[in-house]
């Protein structure tokens, strides 16, 4: 009997990971399976390469680029907004606050991470973005200025509830190696606790990178979803992720248009697999 | 003629209500190397921690009295922390250098006061390695990462990057209890080769230890000094009868 609970109990656990890992090959097949029917009609340098995406025109064209900068753009704008912010409440937290302001703060933190995307989404259409409208004079309010503060908001606890962790992690005997030289706090944060934080610390701006790019309500619904490649932080842009969600539900099963939304989607998976791989490979390889 | 270079006057220490240093008084004289003995929570690492003001990082702690660094009082609302903290150096129990090279650890407290030319860098480097005798086993090596040392290897640079301040006085808190007979035996030797230059105050539980490197040594029991005294007549004849049965191992 006791040998048969072994048993169960080591299959039960064994199909439970076994499970995640199906999972994820078939999402992956599925994307590839779907997504490289469209080549067959566009040229892979088109789609790189050409920034026009008129999918639904009668001369179609699928070129990615302009989608892809649309990504990025409103993705570097969100970590230039949180990676200081997020970082700065993380030194804030784990170095500065009293452990009294320390459980205060640390949970409203968290709760912004529990805010539904939709709700940040509108936070940017019904108040930023009228905001910015009356107070920076331009026309419109959905672009990517409106999408990066919008998605730095989101990622901010990501970024520094990890980077938190890594900071708290150094010993405190490197803390007292420092003071013990005769170091100011921000002398000691800056040159030891920090650098020695910085493989999470990194590990938090990718995570946030990752949640940013892939993240599709927000910039649906303040990015200005017009496929371009903009010029100024106040042009509207289109993101890979708001060109799958929005156009899906008006294509016809199976049509070119269908199947190029897989590929979209194949650069997503692509951009976000590069970005881990990177991460996996340079900077949590055990320093010797 | 030995020269007084510490005095504590009534120094009380609390961590919350716990009365931890009794109203104690005490001299550390310039360039001997004066040991803290007593069993463990008899409050010596609090009192040694209480010379460079590292007790301050600490919330709970409350100090009351003087500690005069040549008449000069370290805990004085004037007086600069850092400033103290570079004159009174410190080496921990456990090893503890920074994930950093070997060079930017010793290079460390010149670095944060602002010092860039690296001609005077290398030069302390060099001599504050020499005079920790790790120099010749890590000249090729400065540029890699200070982790790769082994433990006595980064016990003596941690004791290089201390020197490095160019410290009136070397705090060291049980520096070899982490070590193994041989590292323990060389930063022995080392002690007493740097009393010329430095004026130490150890703390240790290896009584041995203290018979062995120490003109001066003091006993603590319960947050008092129970008794103090050139090391040789300590050892050879205590007056108190407790620091008797501490030596001869009654109690530890």
């Not at chain 1, 993705?75 to 200081?84: D, E, K, S």
């Not at chain 1, 979803?225 to 199976?254: K, W």
């Not at chain 2, 930017?104 to 290398?122: F, M």
């Amino acid at each position: 009997m006791k040998v048969f609970k072994e048993i169960l109990f080591k299959a039960v656990t064994y199909f439970a990971a076994i499970f995640s890992i199906l999972a994820l090959f078939g999402i992956i097949l599925t994307l590839f399976m779907e997504g490289i029917p469209m080549f067959q009609e566009v040229s892979l340098r088109e789609f790189l390469f050409s920034s026009a995406w008129y999918p639904t025109n009668e001369h179609q064209s699928f070129g990615a680029l302009a989608l892809f900068f649309g990504s990025l753009a409103v993705t570097i704008g969100a970590l230039v907004i949180a990676v200081p912010i997020g970082l700065g409440t993380a030194v804030y937290i784990s170095e500065i606050a009293g452990s009294r302001t320390k459980e205060i703060i640390k949970p409203m933190i968290e709760l912004l991470a529990g805010i539904p995307s939709v709700v940040y989404g509108l936070f940017g259409m019904a108040f930023l973005a009228p905001f910015l409208i009356r107070n920076i004079g331009i026309d419109s309010g959905l672009n990517i200025f409106t999408a990066s503060i919008v998605l730095g908001i989101m990622i901010i606890p990501i970024i520094s509830s990890m980077s938190e962790d890594a900071l708290s992690t150094v010993p405190r005997a490197l803390r007292e190696a420092s003071y013990g030289l005769g170091a100011t706090r921000w002398e000691t944060i800056t040159r030891v606790v920090i650098p020695s934080a910085k493989t999470g610390i990194i590990g938090s701006f990718v995570l946030g990178f990752g949640r940013a790019i892939g993240e599709t309500m927000v910039v649906i619904m303040v990015a200005g979803g017009a496929a371009q490649i903009p010029s100024s932080v106040f042009d509207p842009v289109r993101p890979l992720t708001t060109s799958i969600a929005v156009e899906m539900a008006e294509t016809v099963l199976g049509s070119i248009h269908f199947h190029s939304l897989f590929a979209l989607a194949i650069m997503l998976f692509i951009i976000t697999f590069i970005t881990n791989l990177f991460t996996e490979l340079f900077l949590f390889k055990k320093v010797k | 003629m030995v020269k007084e270079l510490i005095k504590t006057k009534n120094l009380k220490l609390w961590f919350t209500d716990n009365y931890v240093l009794h109203d104690l008084d005490f001299t550390v004289y310039e360039k001997k190397i004066t040991a803290l003995i007593g069993p463990s929570g008899c409050g010596k690492s609090t009192l040694l921690r209480s010379f460079n003001r590292m007790n301050d990082l600490i919330p709970e702690c409350k100090i009351e009295g003087e500690i005069l660094l040549e008449g000069q009082n370290i805990y004085d609302s004037k007086a600069d922390v850092t400033d103290v903290r570079t004159k009174i150096g410190m080496v921990f129990q456990r090893p503890n250098p920074f994930p950093k090279t070997i060079y930017n650890n010793v290079a460390y407290g010149l670095q944060i006061r602002g010092e860039k030319r690296k001609s005077v860098l290398d030069d302390v480097v060099e001599k504050s390695l020499r005079d920790a005798w790790i120099w010749d086993e890590v000249k090729d090596r400065l540029h890699t990462s200070a982790l790769s040392l082994s433990g006595g290897q980064q016990q003596r640079m941690c004791i290089a990057r201390a020197l490095a301040n160019q410290p009136k006085v070397l705090l060291l808190d049980e520096p070899t209890s982490a070590l193994d007979p041989k590292s323990t035996a060389k930063i022995e030797e080392l002690c007493i080769d740097l009393k010329d230059k430095v004026t130490i105050l150890i703390v240790t539980h290896n009584i041995a230890q203290a018979g062995r490197i120490s003109d001066y040594t003091t006993f603590m029991y319960l947050g008092d000094i129970i008794e103090f005294g050139e090391t040789k007549r300590v050892f050879t004849v205590p007056k108190d009868k407790r620091t008797e049965d501490y030596l001869t191992g009654v109690f530890g």
